[in-house]
C-alpha cells in the first residue's frame, strides 16, 4: 500500500515568543519539521505535503532542505486542523493509497508507531494515534473501546464525564486517502473554537458506518512543542534517547550525559567517544574511531582508527581517512585527509587535500582566504610540513617534500624537495647584554624624574 504524508506546519506557535515560525526551531540541529519528516521517511512515502502558513517561504525552504521532493500547500488563514489538511486535496486527493498525517512540531513520533498504523488499516478505515495521558489536560479525549474509536472530543467541547478520560488524541491519523479527504470535507466549525477539527473525522467516518481505530503509544513519542520550556524538553528527551541508543548499539560514552547528538549523526560499533564532544548536523564515525573530550564535530567523516581532539574542531566537508590523527587545537574544513595523517597540534588545514602519511607540524595553517576568495592547498604524500608553516593557496607541496618551520609558501614544492622560506638567523656577539644595560639604564633615570 502506497503512503502519502502531510505534515502541518501552518501554525505561528504564539507561545513560543519568537519571530521565528515554530517548526523552525531546532532541537538536536535540525529543525522540529525535519524530525516528523524523518518519521514519515521511514515508511519511504511517495508524497509528502507539507502545509505552509506563518513564515511559509522559509518554511518551504527548510523542508526541502530535507527532501527536495516535498510539495506545498498555503493555508492562508489557520482556520483548524481539518481545514489544514483539506489544502492538501487538489495535490493528493487521487493519490490512492494511504495518507498520514503529522504534526511538524511534534517531533518523536517513531517509524514503527506508524507502521503499527498502517497494519490496524486492515481493519479500520481511519486509524488514530491515541496515548494514555499523564495529565490529560486540555488534549481531545478518544471516545474509544478496546480499538474501537467512536468520537473525538476537543477539551473545550467535552463534559466533565470526557475530561475524566485519560485515553487522549497525539493528532496523528492515518486513513484510505479518499476515504480521508471525503471526510474533510464534510468537516464544520460548530464548536466553542469555531474551528474545522480533524478530529471530526472519526465521528463522520462512524456516522457512514465506516470503520475508526486506536492505536496507542507512550506518550513521550506525542510529545509537541509549544513553548520554549517545552522545546528545551524536547532536546534533553531527544538527548537522552540518542545516548541510549549508542550504548545499546555499542558505542563507548564516558559521560554520556555530556554528549549531544545531532538527528542524523551515525557512530559504530566500538566507537569511544568522551565526554563533552557535541555532534552537529552530518557527522558519520566509523567503527573504533575514537573521540577525546571537548571536540565540536559538523557534517564530517571520521574513518576506523582515526583519534580526533582532545580540543578539535572538524567543521563540514572534513574527511578522515584510517588511521588519521588530529590532535588539539586543531581545526579541519572542506578537506580530504588520506590514511594515517597526523596533524597534532594548534593548526587549521581548510580547503586542503593531504596526501596518505604526511605529518603536519604544530601551527601549521593553509592561508586559504585572500578576503575574497577561497583557494586550495595540495599537499602529497608522506610530506613533511615543519612547525609554523603558512601555506599561501593556491598551492602545492610535492609527494616527501618538507618545509622548514616558520616558512611562508607560497610557490609550489616539487616532490622531494626542502622548501625554506623565511629569513636566514644571525648571531650579534654579546649585543644582548649591551641592549639589556642599556634599557635598565633609561629605567633607572626615569624611575628618579629626570
Ligand atoms: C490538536 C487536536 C487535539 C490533540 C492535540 C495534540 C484538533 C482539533 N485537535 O489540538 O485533539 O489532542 O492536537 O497535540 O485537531 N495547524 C495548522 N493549521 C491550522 C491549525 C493547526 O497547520 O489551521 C497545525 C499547527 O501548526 C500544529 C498542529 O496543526 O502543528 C496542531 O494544531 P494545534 O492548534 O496545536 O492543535 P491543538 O489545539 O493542540
Ligand atoms: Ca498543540
Same mark, same amino acid.
Given at each position: 500500500m502506497s503512503v502519502s504524508l502531510v505534515i502541518l506546519a501552518a501554525g505561528q506557535g504564539t507561545r513560543m515568543n519568537s519571530e521565528r515560525p515554530k517548526v523552525l526551531h531546532h532541537v538536536a540541529g535540525s529543525p522540529l519539521l525535519h524530525h516528523a519528516m524523518a518519521a514519515g521517511r521511514a515508511l519511504d512515502p511517495v508524497r509528502t505535503v507539507v502545509v505552509t502558513g506563518h513564515g511559509a517561504d522559509e518554511v518551504a525552504k527548510a523542508a526541502r532542505s530535507f527532501d527536495d521532493t516535498a510539495e506545498f500547500v498555503l493555508q492562508a488563514e489557520q482556520k483548524g486542523t481539518g481545514h489544514a489538511v483539506a489544502q492538501a486535496a487538489p495535490l493528493l486527493a487521487n493519490a490512492g493509497g494511504?495518507? +498520514? #498525517?503529522? *504534526?511538524? @512540531?511534534?517531533?518523536?513520533?517513531?517509524?514503527?508507531?506508524?507502521?503499527?498504523?498502517?497494519?490496524?488499516?486492515?481493519?479500520?478505515?481511519?486509524?488514530?494515534?491515541g496515548f494514555?495521558?499523564?495529565?490529560?489536560?486540555?488534549?481531545?479525549?478518544?471516545?474509544?473501546?478496546?480499538?474501537?474509536?467512536?468520537? +473525538? #472530543?476537543? *477539551?473545550? @467541547?467535552?463534559t466533565d464525564e470526557v475530561r475524566s478520560i485519560n485515553l487522549c488524541n497525539s493528532g496523528v491519523i492515518c486513513a484510505d486517502t479518499r476515504i480521508l479527504f471525503d471526510l474533510v470535507a464534510e468537516v464544520g466549525n460548530d464548536n466553542a473554537s469555531g474551528e474545522h477539527y480533524l478530529t471530526d473525522i472519526v465521528g463522520i467516518a462512524r456516522a457512514k458506518g465506516l470503520s475508526a481505530g486506536v492505536v496507542i503509544c507512550p506518550e513521550a513519542e506525542t510529545l509537541g512543542v509549544n513553548t520554549r520550556a517545552q522545546l528545551a524538553e524536547a532536546e534533553q528527551a531527544f538527548q537522552a534517547r540518542a545516548r541510549a541508543d549508542a550504548l545499546e548499539n555499542g558505542v563507548t560514552l564516558t559521560a554520556p550525559e555530556t554528549v549531544f547528538f545531532a538527528l542524523d549523526t551515525v557512530v559504530?560499533?566500538?566507537?569511544?567517544?568522551?565526554?563533552?564532544?557535541?555532534?552537529?548536523?552530518?557527522?558519520?564515525v566509523e567503527s573504533?574511531?575514537?573521540?577525546?573530550?571537548?571536540?565540536?564535530?559538523?557534517?564530517?567523516?571520521?574513518?576506523?582508527?582515526?583519534?580526533?581532539?582532545?580540543?578539535a574542531r572538524l567543521r563540514p566537508g572534513a574527511e578522515l581517512a584510517e588511521d588519521v590523527h588530529i590532535g588539539n587545537f586543531v581545526e579541519i574544513k572542506n578537506s580530504i585527509l588520506d590514511e594515517g595523517v597526523k596533524v597534532g597540534h594548534l593548526s587549521y588545514i581548510g580547503d586542503a587535500d593531504v596526501g596518505e602519511f604526511t605529518n603536519i607540524g604544530a601551527g601549521t595553517v593553509t592561508c586559504n582566504y585572500d578576503g575574497v576568495m577561497k583557494h586550495r592547498?595540495?599537499?602529497?604524500k608522506r610530506a613533511f610540513i615543519g612547525s609554523d608553516t603558512m601555506l599561501v593557496a593556491p598551492v602545492r607541496v610535492g609527494d616527501g617534500a618538507l618545509t622548514g618551520s616558520g616558512s611562508v609558501i607560497t610557490e609550489d614544492v616539487p616532490a622531494e624537495a626542502i622548501a625554506l622560506a623565511r629569513a636566514r638567523q644571525v648571531n650579534k656577539a654579546g649585543l644582548a647584554t649591551k641592549l639589556f644595560e642599556r634599557l635598565r639604564s633609561i629605567k633607572a633615570q626615569k624611575s628618579k624624574g629626570l
Open positions: 494511504d495518507t +498520514i #498525517v503529522l *504534526y511538524g @512540531d511534534t517531533p518523536f513520533i517513531r517509524a514503527e508507531t506508524l507502521e503499527a498504523m498502517q497494519a490496524a488499516r486492515a481493519k479500520h478505515a481511519v486509524v488514530v494515534l494514555h495521558a499523564a495529565d490529560p489536560g486540555r488534549y481531545g479525549r478518544l471516545i474509544a473501546d478496546g480499538e474501537n474509536l467512536y468520537r +473525538i #472530543v476537543e *477539551y473545550k @467541547d467535552a559504530g560499533r566500538d566507537a569511544i567517544i568522551g565526554p563533552n564532544v557535541i555532534f552537529g548536523p552530518g557527522v558519520t573504533g574511531a575514537q573521540i577525546l573530550p571537548f571536540c565540536h564535530l559538523e557534517g564530517c567523516h571520521i574513518s576506523r582508527g582515526a583519534t580526533v581532539g582532545p580540543f592547498t595540495t599537499i602529497g
